[in-house]
């Protein structure tokens, strides 16, 4: 395998994992709102997870949002609709989380290519 090839499925990898955690986050979120909210201190605010000014939460509110980021740039992306309402940080942040999520599909076919290759190779 190429340096190039690697690097590039280590990419798709952690992205992956981003967006497995993503989903986990979602699952916990829907399953125990309150008891996350009462351990973290964060409220849930109209669009978002909003936190308190410290370091604690500014660490959590990154993690907690990360699904509502996934689903918001999936939106976006497929009707961009009032884009010039949005401030250029969090634009930037939907389309950094529409290239995760395509990383991350992308990595089963690194994957599988790779096993296919394996194969003809033997």
């Given at each position: 395998?190429?340096?190039k090839m690697?690097?590039?499925r ?17 699952f ?11 351990m ?11 936190c308190e ?8 509110a990154?993690?907690?949002n990360l ?6 740039a999936?939106e976006?992306?497929f ?24 990383l ?11 096993k ?7």
């Amino acid at each position: 395998m190429s340096a190039k090839m690697w690097i590039l499925r280590s990419v798709c990898l952690i992205c992956c994992c981003i967006v497995a955690t993503a989903v986990v986050v979602a699952f916990v979120e829907i399953a125990a709102y309150h008891a996350v909210a009462d351990m973290t201190g964060c409220n849930l605010g109209q669009l978002w997870f909003a936190c308190e000014d410290s370091w604690g939460g500014r660490l959590i509110a990154p993690v907690l949002n990360l699904p509502a980021l996934f689903s918001y740039a999936r939106e976006f992306t497929f009707a961009p609709l009032g884009g010039s309402q949005m401030g250029r940080e969090f634009l930037l942040s939907l389309y950094l989380c529409d290239l995760v999520f395509v990383l991350a599909l992308i990595y089963p076919l690194l994957l599988f290519s790779q096993k296919s290759n394996d194969k003809e190779n033997q």
